[in-house]
C-alpha cells in the first residue's frame, strides 16, 4: 500500500490531519531536541519529514538514521534530500530494513523515533524489544502515535483501533523501557510517547 502512495504520501498527510501532522511532529522534534542525542534512528521513515526536521532542528546531532521496509517511500525521502539547498540534511542516511529485526549492532543510538508506524509492525512487542536493543544505556524512545480520544470526544472521532496511552505505555514497560509518559494531543486522538532504556 505504501509504495503505491509514496508519491503522494505528504500531501495526504497535510490533508488528512488538516495540517496538524506539521504541529505533532514539531512537538516530537522539540522532546528529542531538549534531550540533546548525538545519533537518532527515525523508524519507519516513510518519506523521512521527522529526518528532516530533526536534522534542521538539531545542528549538534552527528549521525540520524532514516529507516523504512518501503523502498518507494525511502525514494521519495532520497529525492526529498537531494534537492534541499542547506548541508544539515548531510547527516543523515537513508536505509531499507525490517523494524522487527533492526540491521543495527546493539546499542548503536542515543535516541529512536518512530512516527505513525508502530500501528503497521506485524509485532509491535518484537519492534519495541528490537527499539530496545539498538538503544544505549540512558537511551530515549520517542513514539508519536495515534491513541484513543477523550471519553467526550470519542463518538465525533472515529478510532484507529490502536491502544489506549495506558495500553502503549504498558508495552513499552513490558520490552524493558521505564519513566515511561505519554502527553495527549488534539483531543487524545494523539499521543507523544517517551520511555527510557
Given at each position: 500500500?505504501?509504495?503505491?502512495?509514496?508519491?503522494?504520501?505528504?500531501?495526504?498527510?497535510?490533508?488528512?490531519?488538516?495540517?496538524?501532522?506539521?504541529?505533532?511532529?514539531?512537538?516530537?522534534?522539540?522532546?528529542?531536541?531538549?534531550?540533546?542525542?548525538?545519533?537518532?534512528?527515525?523508524?519507519?521513515?516513510?518519506?523521512?519529514?521527522?529526518?528532516?526536521?530533526?536534522?534542521?532542528?538539531?545542528?549538534?546531532?552527528?549521525?540520524?538514521?532514516?529507516?523504512?521496509?518501503?523502498?518507494?517511500?525511502?525514494d521519495e525521502a532520497?529525492?526529498?534530500?537531494?534537492?534541499?539547498?542547506?548541508?544539515?540534511?548531510?547527516?543523515?542516511?537513508?536505509?531499507?530494513?525490517?523494524?522487527?529485526?533492526?540491521?543495527?549492532?546493539?546499542?548503536?543510538?542515543?535516541?529512536?523515533?518512530?512516527?505513525?508506524?508502530?500501528?503497521?509492525?506485524?509485532?509491535?512487542?518484537?519492534?519495541?524489544?528490537?527499539?530496545?536493543?539498538?538503544?544505549?544505556?540512558?537511551?530515549?524512545?520517542?513514539?508519536?502515535?495515534?491513541?484513543?480520544?477523550?471519553a467526550w470526544f470519542?463518538?465525533?472521532?472515529?478510532?484507529?483501533?490502536?491502544?489506549?496511552?495506558?495500553?502503549?505505555?504498558?508495552?513499552?514497560?513490558?520490552?524493558?523501557?521505564?519513566?515511561?509518559?505519554?502527553?495527549?494531543?488534539?483531543?487524545?486522538?494523539?499521543?507523544?510517547?517517551?520511555?527510557?532504556?
Amino acid at each position: 500500500m505504501f509504495a503505491r502512495i509514496a508519491h503522494r504520501y505528504d500531501v495526504a498527510n497535510r490533508l488528512l490531519s488538516g495540517g496538524a501532522d506539521l504541529w505533532w511532529r514539531r512537538r516530537l522534534v522539540d522532546a528529542v531536541r531538549e534531550y540533546r542525542p548525538a545519533s537518532v534512528l527515525d523508524l519507519a521513515t516513510g518519506s523521512g519529514d521527522v529526518a528532516f526536521s530533526l536534522a534542521r532542528a538539531m545542528p549538534h546531532v552527528i549521525r540520524i538514521t532514516g529507516l523504512d521496509f518501503c523502498k518507494p517511500m525511502l525514494d521519495e525521502a532520497e529525492a526529498k534530500k537531494n534537492l534541499a539547498h542547506d548541508n544539515c540534511h548531510a547527516c543523515i542516511e537513508f536505509r531499507q530494513g525490517d523494524g522487527m529485526a533492526l540491521p543495527f549492532a546493539a546499542e548503536s543510538y542515543d535516541a529512536v523515533t518512530l512516527s505513525f508506524g508502530l500501528r503497521n509492525m506485524a509485532s509491535r512487542d518484537v519492534c519495541l524489544q528490537e527499539i530496545h536493543r539498538v538503544l544505549k544505556p540512558g537511551g530515549r524512545l520517542f513514539i508519536l502515535e495515534f491513541s484513543q480520544a477523550y471519553a467526550w470526544f470519542r463518538p465525533l472521532y472515529l478510532c484507529y483501533l490502536f491502544p489506549s496511552r495506558d495500553g502503549l505505555s504498558g508495552e513499552c514497560r513490558r520490552a524493558g523501557f521505564s519513566a515511561v509518559t505519554a502527553t495527549p494531543m488534539m483531543f487524545g486522538i494523539v499521543a507523544l510517547h517517551k520511555a527510557l532504556k
